[in-house]
């Protein structure tokens, strides 16, 4: 592996995960690492785990077992090339297993020379600790848990910011506090400052993100003022036609504590009108069994006043079906749900036991089979929810974040996602195809802007996309 050192990385889980990947990613090249896929030849695999469910640890430990195969492979490659060449080989590659799952499992787990386990509360060195490696040195880990600078835009086109982490709710199925810890939040000023620096670079999407947003507090800052706070940053125009300053969009989001002021807030032309909003359930009965900090109707109000705003904002939820005591009513409630708040998309999962929870030890398990019955039930109502949301943007114009520019059958194609949070894919008439590069690579003028699209038609499947036109 001549030249610069290669990092491949794997996350999975919350879009947390996905910022505090994409920084280390970010540290990484900036020491000048080069930034490969999973699947190629690495000299360090780094992998960011999740614990939500007993899904999440298979696939956690599946990618640890991946990455440490792929590195066995690297290292006797490298020592057959090095023997042939008669050349000392090159370092030992390393592999990195950090988040959740490292925190729940940290008995069965074990460390050496080449598999560094790295703890959510230290997850912010690994840039430091991967560069030390390669040098022959040693680093203890020390800062905390907001050490992760602004993430350039390496493998996601929007650049995600870092308000708040842990959470103190204790929901009766929730591991999250055990893993991730108690609620803390960022400094106002730090947040706005991040903001004010991806604006300066160019980012045109920018993401707040957290475990429990709701509650963030700064001295006397909550979580609507400081949204209030970023949406009023000067925006930045490259002067490009479709360019219209920058948006705001907020990741999950537990639906209690937010009153009329934070309702409010997406009459601001900056804001993306959509809100991943946690229900878990549609029985009252079951949200009081989970702890939850809600009512259900409490829910429906707050994406009625949502709607208000905009009729057609679009609001996406967590679902957990199979919730012990849950019978058949319950689940009912749940699928009325999906009907009743119109929801654009819904992740829905089983629940399965987490050790040392208060579900844990709840009578009223659920069997396996009527958990699978239950979850592909949802999905069915969640897939027609979401094709009638789409189908009620047809006729409107979305304002496309363009994230990739690829030439099909001569014609170029632009594809990203529109305000709404919605897939969308707009062909350029002719005239312009014709005056774009003839080469392969994507016309770097169209990446990270913004182009006005007219919706005219709805693809197929079970994430169908919106077809468009610009204008």
């Not at 909550?222 to 209030?228: H, I, K, M, P, R």
């Amino acid at each position: 592996m001549g030249g610069a050192r290669s990092v491949a990385f794997a996350d999975l889980g919350c879009k947390l995960n996905q910022f505090e990947t994409e920084s280390i990613a970010t540290q990484l090249q900036e020491k000048g690492y080069r930034i490969v896929e999973f699947d190629a030849p690495a000299d360090a695999y780094v992998v960011n785990t999740c614990t939500v469910t007993n899904r999440a640890d298979r696939k956690s430990r599946n990618l640890f077992n991946r990455a440490r195969r792929a590195a066995q492979a690297a290292q006797a490659a490298a020592e057959l090339s090095a023997e042939l060449s008669a050349e000392p080989a090159a370092g030992t590659p390393l592999v990195v297993l950090t988040g959740c799952f490292v925190n729940s499992h940290r008995d069965e787990l074990e460390s050496d020379g080449r598999t560094y386990i790295i703890a959510n509360e230290q997850k912010h060195s690994i840039p430091a600790l991967v560069d030390a490696h390669f040098r022959g040195e040693v680093v203890h880990p020390a800062g905390n848990v907001f050490d992760f600078p602004v993430a350039k835009r390496i493998f996601h086109t929007r650049t995600t910011v870092k308000v708040q982490d842990g959470c103190d709710n204790f929901c009766s199925f929730c591991i999250i506090p055990s893993v991730r810890g108690r609620a803390v939040s960022r400094s106002s000023r730090d947040v706005v400052a991040a903001v004010a620096e991806a604006v300066t670079a160019g980012a045109r999407e920018i993401v707040l993100t957290g475990v429990n947003m709701s509650r963030y507090r700064d001295g006397g800052v909550d979580f609507t003022g400081l949204v209030e706070a970023c949406l009023e940053l000067p925006g930045q125009s490259s002067g490009h036609p479709g360019e219209r300053d920058y948006r705001l969009r907020i990741s999950s989001l537990e639906p209690d504590g937010l009153a009329d002021r934070f309702i409010r807030l997406f009459e601001h032309p900056r804001m993306a009108p959509h809100l991943h909003l946690c229900l878990q359930s549609g029985s009252q009965r079951m949200l009081l069994a989970m702890r939850r900090q809600y009512t259900y109707e409490e829910y429906r109000r707050l994406a009625a006043d949502l709607r208000s705003i905009d009729p057609t904002f679009n609001i996406t939820t967590d679902l957990l079906v199979g919730f012990p005591s849950e019978e058949d009513d319950d689940f009912a409630a749940s699928l009325a749900a999906i009907d009743e708040i119109g929801f654009g998309h819904v992740h829905t999962f089983p629940y399965s036991p987490r050790e040392g929870t208060r579900a844990e030890r709840m009578r009223g398990q659920v069997p396996s089979r009527v958990k699978t019955e239950r979850r592909a039930a949802v999905r069915t109502a969640a897939d027609a929810a979401k094709r009638r949301y789409r189908e009620s943007l047809l006729g409107s114009r979305e304002r496309l974040l363009v994230e990739r520019a690829e030439r099909r059958d001569g014609t170029l194609v632009l594809t990203g996602l529109g305000e709404h949070y919605v897939p969308i894919s707009v062909r350029l008439p002719a005239r312009v195809g014709k005056h774009a590069r003839a080469s392969a690579d994507p016309p770097p003028r169209y990446e990270n802007t913004f182009l006005e699209a007219r919706i005219e038609s709805l693809g197929e499947g079970d994430d169908p996309v919106l077809h468009g036109s610009p204008g």
